[in-house]
C-alpha cells in the first residue's frame, strides 16, 4: 500500500475527519471550498499535526498519534505543489531548483540541466519566479518536486491559479510530465470535469470528512449522497418520499418518479442530472424504461454551446428542474414541452 | 575644538550595532517562531524602547554594577562595564535591540508561510530555510532595521550616561557632549555637535529610503517583465 491516511483534527469552526486509502494511482479529492481539501493534504505532509490517527507513507508511519509518532516534513518526502507554487522568489529558476538537490556539484549541474531540459524551461533558467507566467512558474514548481525524489505526489488546485484557456494545455503537460512517477498522486480539486479527466479514483469531501472513495465512473453513475451528488455537478435534487419499491414521489418538483429497480432502503433525496432530461419536440412513441411527463418552460438561458432550460413540472412545484439541451432545439419561455427521462438514470440519494 | 565625542559615538554606534544586529535577528525568528508566550516575550523584548532611558540606565546599573547580577561575575574577571565605554555600548544596544527585534520580526511575519512550508517539503533543514530562505527574503526589512538602530544608538542619552557618565574622551558622546556643552553655556560648541548629529540622522534616513526604494524597483522591474 501506498498511502494509508486515518486522523482527526478539531478546529473552532469545523471537524476534519479523513480516512483514506490508495495505492500507486492518481487519486483525486473532490470538494467544495472550505471543506477541509488542503488542511489534509497539510496533515499528511507534516506542516499541520492532527490531534489523532495514523498516516502510513510506503510503509513508513509518519504519523501515529498513540506512539507519538510525528516525523517532521523533511523526513517524510511528500512532494507538495502548493496553491500559489511557493517558488523562492529570491532565486532563479537554476537554483529553485538546484537548491533542493544535496549532490557533489557536477552532478547536481547534470540533474538541474536535464530536469529543466525535460520540462522546457531553457529560457527561464537565469529569471526570478515573479518574471514567469503561471505555466512557467507551475513546471518550475513541478521540477523542484521531481528532484526531490518524493515517494508521494500531492497537487493543491494545480490550475486554480491559471487562467482558463491555458488549463486544459496545462493539465495534459502536467500528467504527462507525472506518468513516469511511481507512487500515489493526490489531486485535490473543487472542479469534477479536472478530477474526472485525470484521476482513477475519486474520494468526496464534505464539512471536514471523506464520505466516498471509489472509481470516479462509480461515483459519477451513483454519488450516493447529497453532497456527493452536488459536487459531482447533479443540478436536480430534489426531497423524495418512498412511496413503493420502485417508485418515489419528488417533493420538490412535484412529481412521481418509477425507478428501474430500488437500490438502496431508505432514499431520502432524488437526483436528476441536467443532460438527462430529453425534451421532445416532436411527437415520439412510447417506449419503456423512460418517465414521461408535461412540463411549463420558465426560462431559457443562453450558453455559447448549449442551452440551459428551467423546467416548471407542476403548478405548485417548490423548485424547477434544470435541463440542458441542444443549441437546435428551439425552445423559448412559456411553452409546454413534453419530457423524458430513463428510468435507470434517476440518483437515488442518502442526506 | 576636541573631536573625542565623534569618535566615541561613531565606535559605540558601530559596536552597538553589531551586537543588536546578531541579538535582534535570532530574537526576532525565535518569537516568530513561538507558539505559546508570545504576547509576553514580545513586550519584555519591546519594553527598552517605551520606558523613558534613565529608567533602562537605572536597571542596567542594578544588573552591571558591582553587586549586580552580571555585573559582579565580570568584575571577578576584571572587566568593568560601569563608567567605561563598555557601559555606553552595554546601553545602546538595550535601547537599539527593540528597534531591530520590531523590524526584523515585522519582516520575517511578512514571507509567505507557503514558501517555508515549501522548503521544508523539499527536505531543506531548519539552518537552511533560516539562511537561504528567510534571511535573504527579509533582507529589506533587516536592512531598514539595521539602520534604524544604528540612528538609535547614535543618538543614546539617557541610558548611556546613566551607566557610562559623561568623561570627556572616554565616555562622552556627541549627544552627551551637546548636553554638556549647552549646559556649561558654551552655545557654540553645543551647535557645533547639533550640526554634525543631525547631518548624520539626515543622512542615515536617506540611506533607508534609498535602500527600500531600490528593493520595490526591483520587484516592479520584475512584474513588468512578466
Not at chain 1, 74 to 83: A, H, L
Not at chain 1, 87 to 94: G, Q, Y
Not at chain 2, 64 to 73: A, E, P
Amino acid at each position: 500500500m501506498s498511502l494509508y491516511v486515518d486522523i482527526k483534527k478539531s478546529f473552532s469552526d469545523f471537524e476534519l475527519s479523513v480516512k483514506l486509502e490508495a495505492e500507486d494511482e492518481i487519486v483525486a479529492l473532490l470538494g467544495a471550498s472550505g471543506c477541509g481539501k488542503s488542511i489534509t493534504l497539510k496533515c499528511i505532509a507534516g506542516i499541520v499535526k492532527p490531534d489523532f490517527g495514523k498516516i502510513v507513507i510506503n510503509d513508513d508511519v509518519v504519523f501515529d498519534s498513540e506512539k507519538r509518532i510525528n516525523k517532521p516534513p523533511q523526513q517524510r518526502k511528500v512532494g507538495f505543489s502548493f496553491q500559489n507554487y511557493a517558488l523562492f522568489p529570491i532565486m532563479t529558476v537554476w537554483h529553485n531548483i538546484a537548491s533542493v538537490i544535496n549532490m557533489p556539484k557536477k552532478d547536481k549541474e547534470i540533474l538541474v540541466a536535464e530536469t529543466i531540459r525535460a520540462l522546457h524551461l531553457e529560457e527561464t533558467r537565469n529569471l526570478y519566479p515573479s518574471q514567469l507566467s503561471g505555466g512557467q512558474q507551475q513546471r518550475v514548481a513541478l521540477a523542484r518536486i521531481i528532484v526531490s525524489k518524493p515517494k508521494i505526489v500531492m497537487l493543491d488546485e494545480p490550475f486554480s491559479a491559471l487562467d482558463t484557456h491555458l488549463r486544459a494545455s496545462m493539465e495534459r503537460e502536467l500528467m504527462s510530465h507525472l506518468e513516469g512517477f511511481q507512487g500515489t498522486t493526490l489531486l485535490v480539486s473543487h472542479d469534477r470535469d479536472e478530477a474526472y479527466r485525470i484521476s482513477d479514483k475519486m474520494a468526496i469531501m464534505d464539512q471536514g470528512s471523506v464520505g466516498i472513495v471509489g472509481s470516479k465512473e462509480e461515483i459519477f453513475a451513483d454519488p450516493k449522497t447529497v453532497a456527493a451528488a452536488s459536487i459531482t455537478g447533479c443540478k436536480n435534487i430534489s426531497k423524495a418520499e418512498k412511496l413503493g419499491d420502485e417508485r418515489i414521489r419528488a417533493l420538490d418538483w412535484g412529481i412521481e418518479v418509477h425507478l428501474e429497480k430500488l437500490h438502496t432502503l431508505k432514499v431520502d433525496f432524488v437526483g436528476i442530472r441536467a443532460n438527462h432530461i430529453e425534451i421532445l419536440a416532436e411527437k415520439k412513441d412510447f417506449e419503456e424504461g423512460y418517465n414521461y411527463y408535461q412540463a411549463i418552460v420558465v426560462k431559457v438561458v443562453e450558453e455559447p454551446f448549449k442551452r440551459i432550460v428551467y423546467l416548471r413540472m407542476a403548478p405548485d412545484a417548490e423548485k424547477t428542474l434544470t435541463a440542458e439541451v441542444d443549441k437546435t432545439l428551439q425552445i423559448s419561455a412559456g411553452q409546454e414541452v413534453k419530457i423524458r427521462i430513463l428510468k435507470r438514470r434517476m440518483i437515488c440519494l442518502l442526506q | 575644538m576636541d573631536f573625542s565625542p565623534f569618535f566615541v559615538s561613531i565606535r559605540v554606534a558601530i559596536l552597538a550595532t553589531f551586537i543588536t544586529f546578531f541579538l535582534g535577528v535570532f530574537s526576532a525568528n525565535f518569537v516568530y517562531k513561538l507558539k505559546r508566550g508570545k504576547g509576553m516575550i514580545d513586550s519584555i523584548f519591546t519594553l527598552p524602547m517605551i520606558l523613558p532611558p534613565t529608567v533602562v540606565g537605572f536597571f542596567l546599573l542594578l544588573i552591571f554594577g558591582r553587586n549586580g547580577l552580571i555585573g559582579g561575575l565580570l568584575h571577578q574577571i576584571g572587566v568593568q562595564i560601569v563608567f567605561t565605554w563598555y557601559g555606553a555600548v552595554v546601553a545602546s544596544t538595550v535601547v537599539a535591540f527593540p528597534l531591530m527585534y520590531r523590524t526584523t520580526r515585522g519582516a520575517f511575519e511578512q514571507v509567505d508561510q507557503n514558501i517555508i512550508h515549501a522548503a521544508e517539503t523539499l527536505g531543506f533543514s531548519r539552518s537552511k530555510i533560516f539562511w537561504r530562505i528567510k534571511v535573504p527574503m527579509a533582507k529589506s526589512g533587516i536592512l531598514a532595521g539595521t539602520v534604524l538602530a544604528f540612528a538609535r544608538a547614535l543618538g543614546e542619552f539617557g541610558a548611556t550616561i546613566m551607566l557610562a557618565g559623561n568623561i570627556p574622551g572616554r565616555t562622552q558622546t556627541m549627544a552627551i557632549a551637546v548636553f554638556s556643552a549647552a549646559s556649561a553655556n558654551n552655545r557654540e560648541l553645543a551647535f557645533t555637535w547639533v550640526v554634525i548629529l543631525s547631518l548624520i540622522s539626515f543622512g542615515t534616513i536617506v540611506m533607508m529610503n534609498r535602500l527600500s526604494d531600490s528593493n520595490k524597483n526591483n520587484k516592479k522591474r520584475r512584474k513588468d517583465f512578466g
